[in-house]
């Protein structure tokens, strides 16, 4: 039985991240909100586009206000309105100044941006009330952001909000991403029913499909669900035939123990799968298989992960194992794979069998710049999902730590 790092590291050394050139397409600007840039992106524009003003006031000749005060205000002809959008049409010259607005580009002759604050107005005259620190006060000179023809995005990065407004900005409209993952998900077993079907004595709701499905699909993965797969072999071998040879990534669940009708790990074999995992040295979740299909050199590599049936064992597995796999082979930055952990005064104590690596899942929060980790309350058991609700944290006990006490810091991975 493998540990957590052993296991971690096979995983990601088998997620390969989508090829720069075959898998990539590009899309409308609006299209690429939560994709993943293939390319670095270059500007054409210097931003900002021109010198212009940081402040509603006056553009002036700094050499014409330096020595302003209340007591003695400088006093200069107003020549011209310069509200944004507008191209000034004067040049400011000694004893001028060009009113100007926030964003308006800066006029010809003037060099320093006064506030309105610091003047008064009287008719076609303005009083300069205060000297500007230095030349250059309150304006913001063409290409002080960014400069045309370096590079405004990297590889790697997720265009979110931020993003698309440099995007915008610099008016990249076509953008070159990494396609879509594929996943398909499927459940075993004769016990499953879905939730819009009877449930009879005996059975259970298969909730880990639904859980899977919206788990992946918040990550921008095209999910396909396979449904409920009975404990059949003829039936089991045909879901996964059928996954992996349209999936970059295939999530069963249930069917990796070591029970009569756990089928998965043969047919993986029959398949022509390579197994690299059976089983993790972790709680919950020991049973965990993750093999690989190798494809040609013009497709990518499908990772199947056969995760525990237990509703909670197989989120801890697909949070720890899964998720840091899929971030590195859709294209994330190296920096993004994860998995994040945290160091979080516990609230609760914590205890451990101090065989495998335990974790618990409970509630993560900042409180004045520390993190503080409370256990769900109720049963940490793995068929136990109901107090599952609202986690964001995984509290992390090592094989050799078996008892943490209220008010101690313990390791948490982030999750969501």
Same mark, same amino acid.
């Given at each position: 039985?493998?540990s957590?790092?052993?296991?971690?590291?096979?995983?990601?050394?088998?997620?390969?991240p989508l090829?720069?050139q075959?898998?990539v397409?590009?899309?409308?600007?609006?299209?690429?909100?939560?994709?993943?840039?293939?390319?670095?992106?270059?500007?054409?524009?210097d931003?900002?586009?021109?010198?212009?003003?940081?402040?509603?006031?006056?553009?002036v000749?700094?050499a014409?206000?330096?020595?302003s005060s209340?007591?003695?205000p400088?006093?200069l002809?107003?020549?011209?309105?310069i509200?944004?959008?507008?191209?000034p049409?004067?040049?400011?010259?000694?004893?001028? +100044?060009a009113?100007i607005?926030t964003g308006?580009?800066m006029?010809?002759g003037?060099?320093?941006?006064?506030m309105?604050e610091e003047t008064?107005?009287?008719?076609?005259?303005?009083?300069? #009330?205060?000297?500007?620190?230095?030349?250059?006060?309150?304006?913001?000179?063409k290409?002080?952001f960014y400069?045309?023809?370096?590079?405004?995005l990297?590889?790697?990065?997720?265009i979110? +909000?931020?993003e698309m407004?440099v995007?915008a900005?610099?008016?990249c409209?076509?953008?070159?991403?990494?396609?879509? #993952?594929?996943?398909?998900?499927?459940?075993?077993?004769?016990?499953?029913?879905s939730?819009d079907?009877?449930?009879?004595?005996?059975?259970?709701?298969?909730?880990?499909?639904?859980?899977?499905?919206?788990?992946l699909?918040?990550?921008?993965?095209?999910?396909?669900?396979?449904?409920?797969v009975p404990?059949?072999?003829d039936?089991?071998?045909k879901?996964?035939?059928?996954?992996?040879s349209t999936?970059?990534?295939v #999530?069963?669940?249930?069917g990796?123990?070591?029970?009569?009708?756990d089928?998965?790990?043969k047919?993986?074999?029959?398949?022509?799968?390579?197994?690299?995992?059976?089983a993790v040295?972790?709680k919950p979740?020991?049973p965990?298989?993750v093999?690989q299909?190798k494809?040609?050199e013009?497709?990518?590599d499908?990772?199947?992960?056969?995760?525990?049936?237990?509703?909670?064992s197989?989120l801890v597995?697909?949070?720890?194992?899964v998720?840091?796999a899929l971030r590195?082979?859709?294209?994330?930055?190296a920096d993004?794979?994860?998995?994040?952990?945290v160091?979080?005064?516990?609230? +609760?104590e914590l205890?451990?069998?101090g065989k495998?690596?335990?974790?618990?899942?409970?509630?993560?929060h900042?409180?004045?710049?520390?993190w503080?980790?409370e256990?769900?309350?109720?049963?940490?058991?793995?068929?136990?999902?109901i107090?599952?609700a609202?986690t964001n944290? #995984?509290a992390?006990?090592?094989?050799?730590?078996?008892?943490?006490?209220?008010?101690?810091?313990v390791?948490?991975?982030?999750?969501s």
């Amino acid at each position: 039985m493998l540990s957590v790092k052993e296991a971690e590291s096979i995983v990601l050394n088998l997620a390969q991240p989508l090829d720069s050139q075959r898998d990539v397409e590009t899309v409308d600007l609006l299209a690429a909100s939560g994709r993943i840039l293939a390319a670095a992106v270059t500007g054409s524009l210097d931003f900002p586009y021109w010198d212009n003003s940081a402040m509603d006031g006056y553009a002036v000749r700094f050499a014409d206000v330096e020595n302003s005060s209340a007591e003695k205000p400088t006093v200069l002809e107003v020549v011209e309105d310069i509200p944004a959008g507008y191209q000034p049409e004067n040049t400011v010259k000694s004893g001028q +100044a060009a009113r100007i607005f926030t964003g308006a580009v800066m006029p010809a002759g003037a060099d320093t941006v006064v506030m309105q604050e610091e003047t008064r107005r009287e008719g076609d005259r303005i009083l300069i #009330l205060v000297c500007p620190e230095k030349p250059q006060a309150f304006v913001r000179h063409k290409g002080a952001f960014y400069q045309a023809g370096t590079t405004l995005l990297t590889p790697g990065t997720v265009i979110n +909000a931020p993003e698309m407004a440099v995007l915008a900005t610099a008016q990249c409209i076509q953008v070159p991403v990494y396609r879509r #993952l594929r996943a398909a998900i499927f459940s075993t077993g004769d016990e499953l029913v879905s939730p819009d079907e009877p449930l009879a004595a005996g059975k259970l709701v298969d909730s880990n499909q639904y859980a899977l499905t919206v788990l992946l699909a918040q990550m921008g993965l095209e999910v396909v669900r396979l449904g409920v797969v009975p404990d059949n072999e003829d039936a089991l071998k045909k879901a996964i035939a059928q996954a992996v040879s349209t999936a970059d990534v295939v #999530l069963s669940t249930g069917g990796v123990s070591v029970g009569d009708y756990d089928y998965v790990e043969k047919i993986l074999a029959d398949l022509g799968g390579k197994i690299h995992i059976s089983a993790v040295a972790i709680k919950p979740g020991k049973p965990l298989t993750v093999a690989q299909f190798k494809r040609d050199e013009k497709s990518s590599d499908c990772l199947y992960f056969g995760l525990p049936g237990n509703p909670v064992s197989a989120l801890v597995c697909c949070w720890r194992f899964v998720v840091p796999a899929l971030r590195k082979i859709s294209g994330l930055d190296a920096d993004a794979w994860g998995p994040e952990f945290v160091k979080a005064r516990c609230h +609760a104590e914590l205890r451990s069998h101090g065989k495998r690596e335990t974790y618990v899942w409970g509630k993560l929060h900042l409180v004045a710049g520390i993190w503080e980790f409370e256990p769900a309350s109720g049963s940490q058991n793995s068929a136990n999902l109901i107090n599952l609700a609202n986690t964001n944290g #995984l509290a992390v006990l090592p094989p050799a730590e078996t008892w943490i006490w209220p008010g101690e810091f313990v390791e948490v991975l982030k999750v969501s």
